[in-house]
Antibody, heavy 118, light 109 residues
Framework: EVQLVESGGGLVQPGRSLRLSCAAS????????MHWVRQAPGKGLEWVSG????????VYGDSVKGRCTISRDNAKNSLYLQMNSLRAEDTALYYC???????????WGQGTLVTVSS | EIVLTQSPGTLSLSPGERVTLSCRAS???????LAWYQQKTGQAPRLLIY???TRATGTPDRFSGSGSGTDFTLTISRLEPEDFAVYYC??????????FGQGTKLEIK
């Protein structure tokens, strides 16, 4: 059974940094691209970033470009999102998701909540 | 960036009814790379349909997807009580970049 478990969220002041992690199990992690998707409270889904299986292709959504870095460690079956210069509008539940094909996301974690507030 | 517009925003229907949800793209979606997700309150999204019309593993056959170019639809042939949720479309034709629609809420009448 595929499992994705996010961690690292919390309350952080504007301008500070946070590193999210996603521990994967139940599938061959280094066979698949992975993505981060976020959802602000009461709002819709927003794609944040994606990384190919070998880290050769990395892309970001416009709202986080230049402030976030996605990475993965295939030896540890883990995905990461380093978030810098956090803003109030970054407040959201951050999901880690596995790509079935291209970016159709067939498995999701339960999310980790990031709250940016002074 | 391709913008996806879903309509209607909210639908009020009864179990047993047939429903069609719409997703319109601002530009042509390459190779029908469009997916549909279901999200229930307090849960992560669940992939229902990918590549516009392929059911994901475990998706009941009352769900069907169709469309190409800029116009896509998700049809539920006969609503079950567990189908009342929010539905999102997502295009990944510009993969790995992708975008989601704003969602359609399906509520019980």
């Amino acid at each position: 059974e595929v499992q994705l478990v996010e961690s690292g969220g919390g309350l952080v002041q504007p301008g500070r940094s946070l590193r999210l992690s996603c521990a994967a199990s139940g599938f061959t992690f280094d066979d698949y691209a992975m993505h981060w998707v976020r959802q602000a409270p009461g709002k819709g889904l927003e794609w944040v970033s994606g990384i190919s299986w070998n880290s050769n292709t990395i892309v970001y959504g416009d709202s986080v470009k230049g402030r976030c870095t996605i990475s993965r460690d295939n030896a540890k079956n883990s995905l990461y999102l380093q978030m810098n210069s956090l803003r109030a509008e970054d407040t959201a539940l951050y999901y880690c998701a596995k790509a079935l094909t291209l970016a159709a996301l067939d498995s999701w974690g339960q999310g980790t909540l990031v709250t940016v507030s002074s | 960036e391709i913008v996806l517009t879903q309509s209607p925003g909210t639908l009020s229907l009864s179990p047993g009814e047939r429903v069609t949800l719409s997703c319109r793209a601002s530009q042509r979606v390459r190779s029908r790379y469009l997916a549909w997700y279901q999200q229930k309150t307090g849960q992560a999204p669940r992939l229902l349909i990918y590549d516009a019309s392929t059911r994901a593993t475990g998706t009941p056959d009352r769900f069907s997807g169709s469309g190409s170019g800029t116009d896509f639809t998700l049809t539920i042939s006969r609503l079950e009580p567990e189908d009342f949720a929010v539905y999102y479309c997502q295009q990944y034709g510009s993969s790995p970049e992708n975008t989601f629609g704003q969602g359609t809420k399906l509520e019980i009448k």
